[in-house]
């Protein structure tokens, strides 16, 4: 393999393949970066065995060929190379190593045969379908906190991608952590009918980059019930499923929360974040105090950190009601979902499930459990 390419576009696919490089990995290959050289272009291809990621750029190929490379190694040098310049790389077969020469630098690097590089294989069956990448990123972000990090419970360990039964057309987006539930909706025209997925925690980072960058563009997206692959231009990345069961969450959102406070989620998240400054790392626990016109919110720390407690303007009408709740997770949830404007919390009694929403929305709402508090 004999290619010359230019720096900023190596730099930039190899920054997006080494997102599924493991730093710490049992099979030596595994560190290594694919590249292959046909047709004018250069393909990179980066595996962890979960996830695979490959990409592409123009390259001068005076031979063609493949080839693996240290990804960590090979990054770090074509990151430090100056701005501008043509990069030429040939691997030898007769020594065994790989010779980057890019103005007066010249690197010697190891390489190991594309032949041992494993495969998460290419995915040609499954359901397909385009999806606005805005709106596909918008929809990860605003649910991917609620993901369980809980390895016992490996099928909330991503995010439940499934079509609404109630509307052809809508896509959900759903996950739990058993405290609290995130749950976002966007159209899809066409949307096919097909089971439900899980898509693991990595794999939905690595999605909603591949969203962002797609932004007002189209992204393919292709499904089975194992894989997941979207692909943008050149780009391709590509996930194994969780296999398992998603619990039915529609049982834990509540229909009949009628005692519902407006209020600014900038005024709650900034409250919520300043009293809990004083809040136990073991409970963070939160009063919350509804009442006519305000919400009071007390924090004790019974452990010797002091005490908080601060007033928030709201809308309400409805019984005074007093629910505990923990702040870590009001803050994220806020963080994620509303950072501004008016938010709706629509309560049942100090017990029961709460409902976090925007006004009049109906694609998206979010679910949070109480806890006692004295």
């Given at each position: 393999m004999n290619i010359t390419v230019e720096r900023a576009a190596f730099l930039a696919a190899l920054q997006r393949a080494h997102r599924a490089v493991e730093r710490r990995n049992t099979i030596p290959i595994l560190a290594n970066v694919l590249l292959r050289a046909e047709g004018g272009r250069l393909t990179l291809i980066a595996t962890d065995l979960d996830i695979e990621i490959e990409d592409s750029l123009p390259a001068e190929c005076a031979a063609e060929g493949e080839a693996t490379l240290p990804a960590q190694t090979l990054l770090d040098i074509v990151r430090k190379l100056p701005e501008g310049v043509q990069i030429k790389l040939e691997v030898s077969t007769d020594n065994g190593t790989a010779t980057l020469r890019a103005g007066r630098s010249r690197f010697a690097l190891n390489w190991l045969p594309a032949s041992e590089f494993p495969s998460l294989g290419r995915l040609e069956d499954g359901v397909a379908f385009d999806i606005p990448g805005h709106a596909l990123a918008d929809a990860l972000a605003r649910v991917k906190f609620a993901i369980s990090t809980e390895e016992t419970r490996y099928y909330l360990n991503g995010i439940y991608l499934h079509r609404d039964p109630q509307v052809a057309d809508r896509l959900r987006l759903v996950a739990t952590d058993g405290h609290r539930l995130s749950l976002a909706s966007l159209t899809v025209e066409g949307l096919p009918e097909f089971p439900g997925v899980i898509v693991p925690r990595k794999a939905v980072d690595e999605l909603e980059r591949l969203a962002q960058a797609a932004d007002k563009a189209p992204l393919a997206l292709l499904l089975s019930p194992v894989k997941l692959a979207a692909t943008l231009g050149k780009a391709r990345f590509t996930t194994k499923l969780i296999d398992g069961t998603f619990p039915d969450y529609g049982r834990v959102i509540p229909l009949g929360n009628a005692h519902v406070a407006t209020l600014q989620a900038e005024e709650l998240l900034s409250a919520v974040d300043r009293v809990g400054t004083v809040a136990s790392e073991r409970g963070r626990a939160v009063k919350f105090t509804f009442g006519a016109g305000k919400l009071v919110l007390d924090v004790i720390n019974a452990e010797g950190g002091g005490s908080a407690s601060e007033e928030v303007d709201i809308a309400y009408?409805?019984?005074?009601?007093?629910?505990?709740?923990?702040?870590?997770?009001?803050?994220?949830?806020?963080?994620?979902?509303?950072?501004?404007?008016?938010?709706e919390i629509a309560l049942a009694d100090p017990g029961s499930p709460t409902i976090l929403r925007r006004p009049e929305a109906s694609d998206a709402l979010c679910v949070l459990m109480p806890m006692r508090v004295s």
């Open positions: 009408a409805a019984d005074d009601i007093i629910i505990g709740f923990n702040g870590k997770y009001v803050v994220d949830l806020l963080n994620a979902t509303a950072k501004t404007g008016p938010i």
